[in-house]
């Protein structure tokens, strides 16, 4: 008579599909999932607490540490909650060079997450084509800030530098360079069967599944939501471009991964307008005083950032220091609905389902 136990197993804190510190506990019945707990925490460094004793400049360079894959957008996010509370205005060059480096932002972070998923999921070159384009953002990143992860790159008012001579030619190079290869990536990735097989069907849910989960990005899109904050509640320049926001319709792995490869396209749409508008000249720092006191009240702000929905809260008592700070982490948010992804399923599609979340860990604890 064959005897049959449940399984406890441990899949984490380090594991490679998890890209950071992150804990899987997992019953399993055969090869079937039965039960999944997250374990989150490992990261917690208690940012916003942090916060509350710092001036809003000194904390510009923790929001590059939450999620260090796509720091720009951390950054731009508690800059313009404080602009909005102190209703400054931003010099439109300035705009333009936080709106370029965003998308380039979005570019680079999409890169990691296909070249990373199809390394989890076991094909090895797409990770090489994914890092090679990349490194070509992260140097011009280089050359505009001096950093290539964490760039500090904006302030309250604008950003801290304009671009050096020659950069925007180089980012257009770039943008059409982009597209040749993406078609390079479908045609490694996109039809194969093998690769097929193991993300279409996988970890599907419905649009009223999402909305409940307060899912937001690809993640939400993929089950054909159309919304996306750009498009929603345009902020800094996006009302001045022509992009789509891609859909999908099945709410599965494979959807969300051609959401998120559409989405470069419309990133490489909107970068091209951009550029292509770019102003010859004009400062890059609007009139902001010294020391930065927003006004005593509140406000929450929430920007499209790759992974999704992003926003900061901020409680002002009038002082150069937050009386509270809190960021809404579309990571720590889109990851709750993994238990219930994987209930049922087998054990070799976690990977799949998670991977296909695409979180940050920095961000998920903060």
Request: glycine share 8%; proline share 5%.
């Amino acid at each position: 008579m064959i005897r049959t136990e449940e399984l406890l197993l441990n899949v984490g804190p380090q594991h490679p599909s998890t890209h950071g510190v992150f804990r899987i506990i997992v019953k399993l019945d055969g090869e079937v999932i039965t039960e999944a707990t997250p374990v989150m925490g490992y990261l917690h460094r208690g940012t916003e607490k942090l916060a509350e004793n710092l001036n809003f400049t000194q904390i510009i360079p923790y929001t590059d540490r939450m999620d260090y894959v796509s720091a720009m957008t951390n950054n731009y996010v508690l800059c313009h909650a404080v602009e909005k509370m102190m209703g400054l205005e931003i010099p439109e060059r300035a705009e333009f060079m936080r709106l370029i480096v965003m998308e380039m932002q979005r570019v680079a972070s999409h890169l990691v997450w296909w070249g990373t998923y199809l390394l989890d999921i076991g094909a090895m070159s797409p990770f090489l084509y994914a890092f090679s384009d990349r490194e070509r953002i992260l140097q011009l990143f280089n050359e505009l800030c001096g950093a290539r992860l964490t760039y500090n790159y904006m302030r309250v008012g604008g950003v801290k530098w304009d671009a050096p001579e020659g950069w925007i030619a180089k980012v257009k190079i770039l943008v059409k360079d982009m597209y040749n290869r993406l078609d390079e990536y479908h045609n490694l990735v996109s039809g194969n069967e093998i690769f097929l097989s193991r993300i279409k069907g996988i970890g599907q849910y419905d649009a009223k599944t999402a909305i409940d989960y307060g899912l937001s990005g690809a993640n939400l899109r993929c089950t054909g939501v159309k919304w996306d904050l750009r498009k929603a509640e345009p902020y800094s320049l996006y009302d001045r471009f022509d992009f789509d926001v891609p859909v999908g319709k099945n709410g599965d792995c494979f959807d969300r991964y051609e959401v998120r490869m559409e989405e470069i396209v419309q990133s490489l749409r909107i970068l091209e307008q951009a550029i292509e508008q770019f102003p010859g000249e004009g400062d890059t720092m609007g009139k902001v005083p010294r020391v930065i006191r927003p006004p005593a009240g509140e406000i929450y702000v929430r920007i499209e950032s790759p992974r999704g929905e992003i926003g900061c809260h901020i409680v002002s008592k009038g002082k150069a220091e937050p009386f509270r700070l809190k960021f809404r982490r579309p990571s720590f948010v889109n990851l709750q609905i993994l238990p219930k992804l994987l209930v049922g399923e087998s054990m070799t599609n976690l990977v799949t389902i998670l991977g296909g979340i695409d979180i940050v860990l920095g961000e998920v604890d903060c």
